[in-house]
């Protein structure tokens, strides 16, 4: 099952502007030929039945979850986060997912980073989840607020020392001189985590988004993929199927 049916491409095909070496053709043709051999939706996945979905996104999306760890998804708890600057040019990252709750789906960054600078001017966020093994996509949109220090730090402490250290190595998305320096640091905040569990991190934010939009997609081999749309309406949620 090929997505793209009408892409033509010629042995000679070479991108415009690229240099016309042969190996660069039988590269591009290579890579054209490896997307186009690549399947999605091409195995066993589950019904979706939105008539029997829950009245709250919540327990669905936490529902979703755990068939995607159960279904052997590798980092289901892992998502793309959506940010946008000043002037709306977006950006995107991955990011782990810390939680999901009544308040909303939270996560962690450095308040100095690109994308804590991004939500400091302009705190709106997406959030993209994708479990190939059950075909299934989760987005959420909304407002984010930031947690209080005393949340944050806790949060942080909660963690591995892993996640401590790389916290206190810091400096997050500034151009980096060389990649020993990042060693020399790295060692110190290992050394230091290890040391001083407790130790503040104060740039370390924890995040949340406030969803006013949960869609969940379950793919469908047929391509009747099934989206459950969730909008909140000020005092509860209104549910919407989208064509896909
Ligand atoms: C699997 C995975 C999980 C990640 N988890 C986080 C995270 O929880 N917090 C974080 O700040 N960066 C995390 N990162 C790094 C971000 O993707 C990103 O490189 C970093 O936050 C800088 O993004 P920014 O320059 O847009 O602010 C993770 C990266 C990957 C690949």
Redesign the pocket.
Known sequence: MTDHPGHQDTPDAVPAGAPAHRSDAAETRAFHELLRGLRVWDVDLPAFDPAAAPDDPLPLFRQWLREAAEAGVP?PH?MTLA?ADAAGAP??????L?DADERGWH????RG??????LAVRPRAALGFYWAAVGRQVRVHGSVTVAGPEESAADLHRRSTGALAAALVGR??EVLGSTAELARASEAAWERARREPEAPVPSWTLYVLRAEEVEFFQGDAQRRHVRLNYRYEGDGWAKELLWP
Do not use: D, N, Y
């Not at 950006?91 to 782990?96: A, D, H, P």
């Open positions: 980092e892992t940010t950006s995107v990252r991955t990011l782990m810390h996560f962690a960054s450095h980073s690109r994308k804590g600078r991004e997050q998305s």
